[in-house]
């Protein structure tokens, strides 16, 4: 039976999803949490593969197993062996064909950033941070040349190994939501450390350094050197991940500081 589960998940604590040796990876203890439950090594795919930091809110899974539990005790169950910063939201038998990577239609992160003249304090860890206030209007502008099918190579890791730096970017949106400035930002795929790379690159242009024009040439180029250094982790969030509504999957949670998806 295959069973998919939906993640929300504070990253802070963790060196990222992925596994790693040490068992720090969000992976690690939910896989150790499932097999508890199933009584048998669970392995899981995930729909993405979070870095160090970043958190999510709707995080979606599929693992295989042979062990027949209700389907609360996938959430509940597991709740209680994890980390009190990751909980499984909902739970859900799916086809033996679904594939919560590559059935995903598309990938939404979200961005927060407070600009102001003193560093976060309460949302320290959660959102990003520039000293000083900015030109959400120029950012905006500035982020419609990143929409389309595009090389993204200037905002891609050196490390990334991804077989194709071209992404479809559709949507890339700038917007001030209280104190904070919001990105948006959903494609298809994403490339290693792209969205942070996108957000230091639209400060640059909100804080004046660059003209708006320059996130055009920066795609032009596909130059990364020519590209603002990748910005802090703190305030990305895996915020959306759209599939085929024939797969019934539920909703996810409403998060107090990010956009409806």
Same mark, same amino acid.
């Given at each position: ?19 790693? $040796? ?58 209680? +062996? ?8 909902? &739970? ?10 590559? %059935? *995903? ?11 102001? *003249? ?19 209007? +120029? ?17 891609? %890791? ?16 700038? &917007? ?12 298809? *795929? ?38 603002? $250094?990748?910005? *802090? ?11 085929? $509504? ?7 949670? &409403?998060?107090?500081?990010? $956009?409806?998806?």
């Amino acid at each position: 039976m295959r069973i998919a589960l939906g993640l929300e998940y504070d990253g802070g604590p963790f060196c990222g999803w992925q596994h790693q $040796p040490s068992g720090c990876g969000i992976q690690d203890h939910l896989e150790s949490a499932l097999s508890g439950i199933a009584a048998g090594a669970v392995e899981t795919v995930a729909a993405g593969r979070t870095d160090a930091g970043v958190h999510a809110r709707s995080q979606v899974v599929h693992f295989d197993t042979s062990a027949v539990r209700e389907t609360g005790a996938w959430v509940r169950g597991t709740n209680a +062996a994890l980390p009190r910063a990751v909980r499984v939201v909902w &739970a859900q038998p799916v086809a033996d064909s679904f594939h919560a990577r590559f %059935d *995903a239609r598309s990938r939404t992160y979200h961005y927060l950033l407070l600009d102001d *003249a003193v560093a976060p304090g309460q949302l320290a860890g959660k959102v990003g941070w520039f000293h000083r206030p900015l030109d959400v209007d +120029a950012m905006r502008l500035a982020a419609t040349a990143l929409v389309g099918e595009r090389d993204f190579s200037a905002f891609r %890791d050196a490390q990334c190994q991804a077989r194709t730096p071209v992404r479809v970017l559709h949507e890339a949106g700038v &917007a001030r939501r209280g104190p904070l400035v919001v990105f948006t930002l959903r494609a298809n *795929a994403f490339l290693h450390h792209m969205v942070r790379n996108v957000v230091g690159s639209l400060v640059y242009v909100g804080a004046g350094r660059q003209p708006v024009d320059w996130i055009a040439r920066l795609l032009a180029t596909g130059d990364r050197r020519l590209a603002a $250094p990748t910005f *802090a982790a703190d305030g990305l969030y895996l915020s959306a991940i759209e599939y085929d $509504p024939a797969f019934g999957l539920p909703p996810f949670r &409403a998060h107090p500081l990010l $956009p409806s998806p």
